[in-house]
């Protein structure tokens, strides 16, 4: 059977709601539902506050005591939802790992990277401190580090930004987790770099089989690299589909906008003074949820119906659910 078609994790209508100090309840994610094949690269796409990263934490409980979940996130048929801390401690980095979205930020200033590689390692197969330093270092080198030694007793300050990455993707990947979450892991880099990550998630995800779960806001960052992706607007997944069809034919109005969006700034390339569209309109805020689409306000294809219901989800080509009324009612 091929693993990749098996469903190895299913979020069930996921709503995460946050409280403030003053009562005031914030909808981050509302009825989120998504599918990980075994072995799949599928990326989340979209602006920045649409709930991508509360999306990546409730997979490892690490919303906070102001976060309230409801509905599933299984892992092979385990609910993460109902575990205690105790439970999601040992999954954490075994099973389902995450890869920072700042390393600078993440790893500990005083410690080394082999050292902080090693801590995870230690966390879950406790052992002799000897053959774990030795996967450390064979850990190193499969991650591209040609001075393996210098860089397990570097400091992070001492690394530059691409090696912090890779650290942090060590750390991740220690202890071969089913399943990768990569939150913006190329969004402090340049191009080339971006290039060098985006390849080294690949080898991992052939090697190990590992399914990746990658989140970002530039399309871009998915050519080539997802099999499938899943929009995000306003907490709500709008369209999902395989990266190749969405390119080819995107079909909600946020999508097309995103995607005219990342086209034109490749088009525009260095030169200066070259004004990128932009999507028009206010972005959508959760603390003003209507009955209605909530991208209507900066839809140009809106009509009257979308003013006051949500869409459903329709099916305009197979496999290719999309909320928009422009496909069904």
């Known amino acids: 059977m091929d693993r990749s078609s098996e469903p190895f994790s299913q979020v069930r209508d996921l709503a995460v709601t946050y409280r403030s100090e003053n009562g005031a309840a914030v ?43 409801e509905g599933t996130i299984l892992i092979r048929g385990q609910d ?13 980095g075994r099973k389902i790992s995450i890869i920072p979205q700042d390393p600078a930020v993440a790893l500990n200033p005083v410690l080394t990277s082999g050292a902080q590689i090693g801590e995870v390692l230690r966390a879950h197969f406790p052992g002799p401190a000897r053959p774990r ?33 890779r650290i942090a993707i060590a750390q991740a990947v220690a202890c071969r987790p089913d399943l990768l979450i990569a939150d913006e892991p190329t969004s402090k880099l340049d191009r080339t770099l971006e290039t060098e990550i985006i390849a080294l998630l690949s080898k991992i995800r052939r090697q190990h089989g590992t399914a990746i779960l990658v989140i970002g806001h530039d399309p871009t960052l998915f050519a080539g690299f997802a099999d499938r992706m899943a929009v995000m607007y306003a907490g709500r997944i709008v369209e999902v589909g395989s990266s190749s069809e969405i390119f080819r034919r995107p079909l909600h109005p ?29 972005s959508f805020t959760p603390t003003s949820i209507g ?30 659910p999309v909320n928009c009324f422009k496909y069904g009612e």
């Not at 990980?36 to 991508?52: A, D, M, P, T």
């Not at 900066?298 to 949500?310: A, F, I, K, N, P």
């Open 27 to 69: 909808r981050a994610l509302d009825g989120v539902s998504l599918e990980i094949r075994s072995g799949e690269v599928i990326g989340i796409l979209g602006e920045s506050g649409c709930g991508k990263s509360t999306l990546a934490r409730s997979f490892l409980g690490l919303l906070g005591p102001n976060a309230r979940c």
């Open 80 to 92: 993460l939802l109902t575990l205690s801390g105790k439970e999601l401690q040992a999954i954490r």
């Open 133 to 165: 330093r030795a996967q450390v270092m064979d850990l190193l080198s499969d991650l591209g580090f040609d001075h393996r030694e210098r860089v397990y007793s570097a400091y992070p300050h001492q690394l530059s930004g691409g090696q912090r990455q």
């Open 254 to 282: 946020y999508t097309q906008a995103l995607l005219r969006i990342a086209s034109s700034a490749v088009l525009s390339g260095s030169k200066a003074r070259v004004r990128l569209p932009t999507i028009e309109g206010e």
């Open 291 to 320: 009955s209605g689409c909530r991208f209507v306000a900066r839809c140009s294809d809106r009509m009257e119906v979308c003013t006051h219901r949500y869409p459903g989800e329709f099916l305009p080509e197979p496999a290719r």
